[in-house]
Every structure is written in structure tokens, then in C-alpha cells.
């Protein structure tokens, strides 16, 4: 009992340390009831006081038995010690307190309080009977204070129906009762406060003398396991502890309507306390019936919660539980084939995880009840709906736990499975695949009386492999390198077929560049097959009711005409110089896959110019669906082989590819064409030229790396290639950024090389084709030209009679040059008379370059072939050369050369470029 000299003050003494002025100002704030939150515990009596205005003081208050020993207020005037009228009106506060608690004892304030009988918690007792300085304490504390300030009363216990609730009954010396019930989740510790206090006048009865009170708390367990259902089960128990005894488990479900709060349980007449439940097993505590998981809950709580409540000491998982195994998506491991008609074949494929088959039904139903795993003994196979992706880039279509395709979807399918699955298949099929996988055809192609020429050995393979597509139904790239004849070979695959199916044209689409070379050949080789141009004011007359056999026209042309040209039903449609449908966007692509036709066929030399997706695109005219949809190929092939540098992706669209393409060089082919030898020429800026080049990086470049450096930021490739075109055009000439303007000095440091490899050419009798891609340079040099009496032709995007142009340059041995743009004169012509090919200036994409070059280097060629490519030093043209080259392994891999393009190059690219 604390003896304090707190538990004995009086006003007057209060009044005895002060003086009368602040006496009567702590009076007035204690009657104004300004004093709050006032406790005594251990002889420290604190408080907060309300001041003037918005103020809350903090009032603390330390004594022995006979004197005060500190006072504190955080108010001003008490800063050095000084009683205030705060620390006054607290001490009054703390003796009306006193004085109310010891009224409250009398029986008479207790009946009036409580009725008898009335179910009233402890804690609401000990806060309306009691100081306020009990409130805080632990209950055992709690209730010896009570007992011990109640000497007077007779306390009897009792257990309220048998328990686990206590009932109090306290009787005066004038036989005066009240009782008081204890909640029951507060009577474990109030039990157990009454038991040690031994107390005389404290008597228990009859059935409160048998209740036990354990010491040695329940120990929380978790048991996982699998009920006979199959299903997880998670089961809350409690387990005594007792290394000497066996353990006794209580399931929590059974007695968790016995629980006493989060500390004890009733059992058996018992109070026993509970061990605190581990954090990771309460979230399966505290329910009416053990968790049970099914289906994708058992999956989830497996995958996620199991392995952290494997390091929990109370997980108990049964040993079954503990060899669950989990398995990634299973692989196609084999595939029956049976034949369904002449186009269509079943597939029945098996699929393998581990030791695990799985069919194609099992992965169905596991769709069907909408579920994520295949489950297998105690094993779990993941399934989702990518397995199926392989059927729908297929175009397969699901029927009876079966997969229907066509012959060209089962192509695609075998490519992509590759040499893992076991292909059992009908002797029909059999013969279907031993004839793909041929390196030639099984059969030779019909002889083509309509074709007068004579086919080289290496073309007449190309003619028999486009005839079996032909056959088969199906469409094709002929992607030879440039200059092997690959218009040979397409125009008697035309014949050919015009022999078996008279009745339906053919359309050759083409540059306008080699519209005339189409025209040429055809006259040539195939003189009685009538055909028409369709191109010029009076095209749309030609197609009459007589219709040509063979229609050469333009891609332009088709963008403008295709309302018309795609009414027409052809037998063959074919495209020359096909990558030019490379941007799925422009309208010159769509109106190239509205034409109604049987059979496409797509010439090329570079399928791939820049991005994978450009093969994409060709194979979308020729097979429509074939390789998905561009964004699943995007993510299928472009994505990992072009960012990831993903092998197994590439060898995959390589083989899913290969049968309909056919692919050779000319050093393979053609032992006798004559060697090819590039060079890179290295000049340097003149003096002159450095200070434009640098005033051009600092005006206009130092911003743009800026921007490139902010990651945030989107790239400017507008702005950033108007300013390299600049620098490109200044490493040419001057003279292309002065608009005409002409300087006193009229020369650059290329302009002086050029002229020396030239004038060296032209001393030795050599023809020389000059490529620029800029206009204005290719007047330069012809204006350099005519000042030396040199004789030449030019070939623009503009010029008329192009092949008169091409004729008089082949034929006429005074014309010594040729100059040509390099899009207008790098596409589908002959320039085998000129052995020296001199790049100007250098092209974004290298095989724009390649296919300017082998307008020379071609089949009729007899002599070698120089080729020279002019680079200026420490410009950007030689970092472009550089970068060109480090991204030239793509198109290699997949069918030819990568070629880089501006808007592949990386920020730090351009920054790069942007650098001087």
C-alpha cells in the first residue's frame, strides 16, 4: 500500500506551501474544472492544467511520507521552482479525488451503482469505485490495490453456470451485498490474482475450489495435409508440452468457442494459458472450420505460402504434403498424323514434363473447368493457354481433343517443335514431307515450249523448285543474290503455268526502273506470249475482253488502280523487287494483298533490308497467316532475335521459313563470274569544310544530344536526320548546302579523291558506274565531266526512255560513265560493260549499296569488278560505316545480309553520330 504523504494531504496544507494569492488562483481553476488525465502511481501524482487561451501545462508532483519532495509545471512562472496556481489546482484535484473515493465504499453507493446480479465488467467497477491512479496498472496489480483498500468487505468467489466466468460477491459487516461478474475473458487473470493474495477474507466455493490454473502455456501448432478428397486442409491446434508425458493435441476447432481472449482457454474445468500464436500461422486461426483448398487455391497456397511456412517451427505438413512437386508447362513430345483429305491432315499430339504424358483432351479439360494446373499423383503441371499458341499461329482449329490442319499449318508446326518430337505420320503425309525435305525437287518441271532461251543449271533447279510450290499450291520467295537471273527463272515458272491454265493472266509488278527490262525479256524469250504494259494515260483499255496473257505494271500504278486491278481474277501474281511491300503501312502494301489470285510468287535479293518484320510483311502477301499476325511475330521472332540475340528463335523462323524459300549466291553458283573486290577510299575534310562541319554540331547538334542524353525524353529522328543529311551532303560538297551558291573555292577533300580514281579508271579504258544518292552531286560530277570531254549517261527517277539510256552506255564504247541516283539506278538493270563502281556517298541500309553494285557484278559480267566506297575521316560517315557493319549478322542468319537503318541506331548511336 503506498504511504505517501499524497494519500493524506489536505487543503489546508496545500494552502500552508503557497501563498494566499496563488492559493486563490489554483482554487479558481480547480472549481473551473480545468484539471485533466490527474494519476498517482508510486507516489508521483501527474496532470495537465488548461490555461488561458489554446495552453495544456504538464503538472508533475514527487513526495515522501512526510513532505513534498519536487514540484514541476511547464508554465513560466514555475521555471525555477515555484509552486503555481497550476501545481495548486492539481493537488486540489488530487485531494476531492481522495475524498470521492473513499464515499464510494459505502455499501449504500454500491447498490446504488450495480443492482444485484447485474453482469458488470471488472475494469467498469475499478474506474467508478476506485483512483483513477489503478487505471493504467496491469490487473493483478489492479485488483490489489482494490482488495487491499477493502479490508472491510468479505469477498466470496464463485463460477457463473459452471464456468468460465467468474462471479464476485462482496458483503459489508452490515450484510450488505453486491456482486459483480467478470467478463470471461478477464477471469483468468483475475482467478489467478485472487489465489495469491491469500487473503482471509477471500473464500471460494465448492466449484471454484476445483478449478485448475496451468501454468505451462498450449503451444499453437499448424497441420497441413491432403483430406480424402484430395483437397489441402489446414488445421489449427493446440498441443501441451510436456517432455516427459506424451502430448496432448486439441483440435482448435473443437474448442476455439472455449478461448478466453488471446491468452487462455477453458478446458476441462481449466484455465490454461495459450502460447502467442506465431505470426505466419494467425491468418488460419480465428475460423469456425479447418481451410480447405481446392483446385487453383491449393495451387496458390503451395506456390506461395507453403515454403515460408516450412521455416515456422508449428507448421506441421504432412509428409505426402512435403512431395508435391511442381513442373513448368510440358513440351510437345510426339504427334500422330493422320490424313483428313487432299489439304488437311488430324494431329494428335502427346505432351511430356518429367516422367508425365499429357494429351491434348486432359489440357482441354483443365481449360474448361478453368483451372492453371494439371495434377498427376503429387505432382502439379502448369498449363496455360500459351500451349496452345503453336495451333493458333498454325491456324489449327480444336476438334474432339484433336488438332485439324492444313499441310502448310503442319509445315509451320513441325518447324517450330523441331528435332525433340517424334512425328509418326500416314504414307501419304510421309511422302508430303520426304518431298519438302528434298534439296531438290522429286521431279524435274515440264519443258516450256513458250520459253526461247536456255536456262543455266543452277536456274533450271530454281524453275523446278518454283513449279513444285506451283503444284503443291503453295507460294514462295526466289531470293537469289542479285544478278543470278532471278527473272529467268520467274518468267518460265509464268510460261510454264500459262501452259497448264491458259485461260487466267499473270501480274508482274515491278519499279518503274525495270518496267522495261521486264518488257525486254519477255519480247526476247518469250516472242509469241502476248503481254501489255499497263501503265501510261490509256492503261485501263488494255485490259479488255482480249486479255493479255502476261500485264507488267508498277507498284505506283497498282496504289492508284487497285479499285480496278482488283476486280480481276489472276492466275499468278508476281513481285519483282518485293521488298518493296516491306512497310505493312503503306498503301502500296495493302493494295498488294487485295489482288484476287490463285498463286504469288515474290522476287528478291534483300527480303530483309532493316528489321525482321520486313520478311514478315512479304510472307503476309504470300501466305497470308502464315507467320501470325505481325504483333505475334513481333513477339514470337523479331523481339528475342533482334534484342536478345536468341539463337534457338532464329534457327526456329529459319527452318519455318525454309520451305518456301529458295536462296543462292553467285560464288556458289556461279564458279566462272569473275572475282568482285571492294575498297574503302579514306579522305579528309578541308580546312574550309571543318569549320561548316563544326559550326553545323554546335548550332544545331549540341541540343539534340542534350535531348538524346534524357533518357525521358522522345528522340527527334525528324531533326536529328535533317542535320546528318547536312553533314552527309557537306562531306560530298560543299557546294549541296550553299543552294546554288558558288563559292570562289569549288572542290571538297571526296570530290579531289574522286577525281584521281576516276581520271586513273578512264587512262586504263575502264567503263565506271558512279552511284550518289543526291542529285545535285551527280551534276557536279557530270559538269566535271563535260570540262574533260568525257562522254557519260545518267539514270534519275525522272528520266524518260531509261532503256535507251541503259543501251547506249552497254553499247557504245565512247560512253565511258554512268551515273545514276542510287534508287533509281540500283534496281533491276544491266551494266555489265563497266568494271569500276564507285559508291559517292554512303547509304543508311548497305544493301541498297550491294544491289547498286551487282548491276555490274551480274551474269554476263567478264571481267573483275572493282568496287570503291568513299569515306571521310572522322565525320559521321565513317561512324555510320562502322555501326552498318556491327549490325550486319541478322539477315545472314535468317536468309541473307542485315542492313542497318537510321531508326535502329540507339541514343548513344546518334549521339555518336552527332559528334565531332
Request: charged content about 25%.
Amino acid at each position: 500500500m503506498n504511504t505517501s504523504l499524497l494519500n493524506s494531504i489536505t487543503s489546508e496544507y496545500i494552502k500552508s506551501i503557497t501563498s494566499n494569492d496563488v492559493f486563490a488562483r489554483g482554487l479558481s481553476y480547480f472549481k473551473s474544472s480545468r484539471v485533466h488525465n490527474t494519476k498517482c502511481i508510486h507516489g508521483e501524482l501527474t496532470a495537465k492544467v488548461s490555461g488561458s487561451g489554446m495552453s495544456i501545462y504538464d503538472v508533475v508532483i514527487t513526495a515522501s511520507k512526510k513532505e513534498i519532495l519536487h514540484t514541476y509545471c511547464s508554465c513560466f512562472y514555475a521555471t525555477d521552482g515555484e509552486i503555481c496556481k497550476h501545481i495548486v489546482a492539481t493537488l486540489l484535484q488530487w485531494t476531492d479525488q481522495r475524498s470521492r473515493m473513499k464515499n464510494s465504499q459505502s455499501p449504500s453507493y454500491m447498490r446504488k451503482m450495480f443492482s444485484d446480479n447485474e453482469d458488470v465488467d471488472i475494469y467498469d467497477f475499478i474506474n467508478n469505485a476506485i483512483p483513477f491512479s489503478f487505471r493504467e496498472e496491469n490487473p493483478a496489480d489492479v485488483l490489489n490495490e482494490i482488495f487491499s483498500e477493502f479490508d472491510n468487505f468479505f469477498v466470496r468467489v464463485n463460477l457463473l453456470n459452471g464456468g468460465p466466468q467468474l462471479e464476485l460477491c462482496l458483503i459489508t459487516c452490515e450484510g450488505d451485498e453486491s456482486t459483480f461478474r467478470i467478463s470471461a475473458k478477464r477471469s483468468p487473470y483475475v482467478f489467478k490474482t485472487l489465489k495469491k493474495t491469500h487473503r482471509s477474507n477471500i473464500e471460494f466455493s465448492e466449484i471454484a475450489r476445483r478449478i485448475r490454473l496451468y501454468k505451462t502455456p498450449l503451444i499453437p501448432h499448424l497441420y497441413a495435409g491432403i483430406n480424402k478428397n484430395g483437397h489441402i486442409e489446414l488445421s489449427p491446434l493446440l498441443k501441451t508440452k510436456n517432455p516427459k508425458k506424451e502430448n496432448i493435441v486439441f483440435p482448435w476447432n473443437q474448442i476455439e468457442q472455449n478461448r478466453l481472449g488471446e491468452d487462455w482457454i477453458w478446458l476441462n474445468n481449466s484455465y490454461r494459458p495459450i502460447d502467442k500464436i506465431p505470426k505466419l500461422l494467425r491468418p488460419y486461426f480465428y475460423n469456425e472450420k479447418p481451410l480447405i483448398y481446392k483446385e487453383h487455391d491449393a495451387v496458390d497456397f503451395l506456390k506461395e505460402d507453403f515454403n515460408q511456412l516450412l521455416n515456422e517451427p508449428s507448421f506441421i505438413p504432412s509428409e505426402q504434403l512435403q512431395l508435391i512437386e511442381f513442373y513448368d508447362e510440358p513440351d510437345i513430345s510426339f504427334i500422330q498424323v493422320q490424313a483428313c483429305n487432299n489439304e488437311w491432315l488430324w494431329l494428335d499430339p502427346t505432351y511430356t514434363v518429367g516422367k508425365y504424358n499429357i494429351t491434348l483432351s486432359e489440357i482441354l479439360a483443365c481449360f474448361n473447368k478453368k483451372e492453371r494446373y494439371i495434377r498427376k499423383g503429387a505432382c502439379y503441371i502448369k498449363i496455360s493457354e500459351d500451349i496452345m499458341d503453336i495451333w493458333k499461329y498454325s491456324n489449327g482449329t480444336i476438334e474432339n481433343g484433336r488438332v485439324k490442319i492444313s499441310k502448310l499449318g503442319f509445315l509451320r508446326t513441325r518447324a517450330e517443335c523441331g528435332k525433340n518430337v517424334n512425328i509418326a505420320t500416314c504414307n501419304e503425309t510421309q511422302k508430303f514431307l520426304f518431298d519438302f525435305d528434298r534439296i531438290t525437287p522429286p521431279q524435274p518441271a515440264p519443258p516450256v515450249d513458250l520459253y526461247k532461251g536456255d536456262l543455266r543449271a543452277y536456274q533450271k533447279v530454281g524453275y523446278d523448285w518454283l513449279w513444285f510450290l506451283y503444284k503443291n499450291n503453295f507460294n514462295g520467295i526466289l531470293a537469289d543474290e542479285m544478278g543470278l537471273g532471278k527473272t529467268h527463272q520467274a518468267m518460265t515458272l509464268i510460261l510454264a503455268a500459262l501452259q497448264t491454265e491458259p485461260n487466267l493472266p499473270t501480274l508482274v509488278i515491278c519499279p518503274t526502273s525495270v518496267l522495261d527490262h521486264w518488257e525486254s525479256k519477255f519480247q526476247i524469250y518469250a516472242p509469241t506470249v502476248r503481254i501489255a504494259r499497263f501503265h501510261g494515260k490509256e492503261r485501263t483499255t488494255l485490259l479488255t475482253e482480249n486479255m493479255p496473257s502476261v500485264i507488267l505494271t508498277t507498284y505506283s500504278i497498282l496504289s492508284r488502280d487497285i479499285e480496278y486491278l482488283s476486280k480481276i481474277q489472276w492466275n499468278y501474281v508476281v513481285l519483282d523487287e518485293a521488298q518493296k511491300i516491306k512497310n505493312h503501312k503503306t498503301q502500296m502494301c495493302k493494295a498488294v494483298k487485295l489482288l484476287k489470285t490463285q498463286r504469288r510468287l515474290a522476287l528478291t535479293g534483300t527480303p530483309i533490308e532493316n528489321r525482321l518484320v520486313e520478311l514478315w510483311s512479304i510472307f503476309d502477301f504470300l501466305m497470308p497467316g502464315y507467320l501470325g499476325t505481325m504483333q505475334d511475330f513481333k513477339v514470337k521472332y523479331e523481339t528475342p532475335i533482334t534484342k536478345y540475340q536468341d539463337n534457338d528463335k532464329r534457327e526456329i523462323l529459319k527452318k519455318v521459313i525454309h520451305p518456301f524459300k529458295l536462296r543462292r549466291l553467285k560464288k556458289d553458283v556461279l564458279a566462272e563470274l569473275p572475282p568482285k573486290i571492294e575498297e574503302k577510299r579514306y579522305c579528309t575534310l578541308l580546312p574550309v569544310q571543318i569549320i561548316m562541319y563544326k559550326d553545323l554540331i554546335k548550332e544545331q547538334g549540341s541540343k539534340l544530344i542534350q535531348k538524346l542524353k534524357d533518357e525521358n525524353k522522345p528522340v527527334e529522328y525528324l531533326h536529328i536526320f535533317a542535320l546528318l543529311t547536312k553533314l552527309k551532303r557537306l562531306c560530298d560538297h560543299p557546294k549541296l548546302l550553299l543552294n546554288g551558291t558558288t563559292p570562289k573555292w569549288s572542290t571538297s577533300g571526296k570530290f579531289e579523291l574522286f577525281k584521281e580514281i576516276m581520271e586513273e579508271a578512264l587512262e586504263a579504258g575502264e567503263k565506271v558506274v558512279v552511284f550518289s544518292q543526291y542529285l545535285e552531286m551527280l551534276d557536279i560530277i557530270g559538269n566535271w565531266l563535260n570540262d574533260i570531254s568525257v562522254t557519260y549517261e545518267s539514270l534519275r527517277g525522272s528520266t524518260k526512255n531509261r532503256g535507251k539510256v541503259i543501251e547506249r552506255f552497254q553499247t557504245n564504247p565512247d560512253c565511258n560513265v554512268f551515273l545514276g541516283s542510287l534508287l533509281a539506278g540500283g534496281l533491276g538493270i544491266d551494266l555489265t560493260a563497266a568494271s569500276v563502281v564507285i559508291h559517292y556517298d554512303r547509304w543508311w541500309n548497305a544493301a541498297r549499296e550491294d544491289q547498286a553494285t551487282d548491276r555490274v557484278h551480274r551474269i554476263g559480267q567478264t571481267r573483275g569488278v572493282q568496287v570503291f566506297k568513299l569515306v571521310t575521316r572522322g565525320t559521321l560517315e565513317e561512324k555510320i560505316d562502322s555501326m552498318i557493319e556491327k549490325k550486319a549478322a541478322l539477315m545472314n542468319s535468317i536468309v541473307e545480309s542485315d542492313d542497318a537503318m537510321f531508326k535502329a541506331f540507339s541514343r548513344e548511336d546518334l549521339i555518336e553520330l552527332l559528334t565531332f
